[in-house]
């Protein structure tokens, strides 16, 4: 099997962005295990395959794995420091949930440390 240049260079740059060495189009295994970076759903909405479950086995040609990239599997599991668009999204996602909890946390124990907070003295 043999592929252009421009296919070539393209399927470096698509792989290069969702986190893959920018040589894994030169050198790539036989076989790989590719990770869910994003849950796979039901047309329910149901989840059917949640985030970090592995697939052992799939064929490791960049062609294959460049249209898997595309469905959220990518060669590693997801991680805080993953930088995949799954991942981020995820992450800015709980940290808009962590800043309003902080919020409303300290907007409560300020309430509550007013006026009676020097009462007996
Ligand atoms: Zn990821």
């Not at 697939?55 to 599997?73: C, E, H, I, T």
């Amino acid at each position: 099997m043999s592929i252009s240049t421009k296919e070539r260079t393209e399927l470096r740059s698509e792989l290069n962005n969702v986190g893959y060495k920018w040589d894994y189009v030169d050198s790539w295994p036989a076989k790989t295990t590719l990770y869910r970076h994003r849950a796979q759903k039901n047309p329910q909405g149901e989840i059917v395959s949640d985030v970090g479950t592995s697939v052992s086995g799939v064929p490791g040609a960049p062609s294959y794995v460049r249209n898997k990239s595309r469905q959220g599997l990518l060669a590693w599991p997801p991680s805080e420091t993953c930088e995949c668009p799954w991942c981020t999204k995820a992450r800015q996602e709980k940290n808009i949930d962590n800043s309003e909890e902080i919020k409303s946390v300290s907007g409560r124990r300020k309430g509550s440390m007013g006026p009676h907070f020097n009462a007996d003295s």
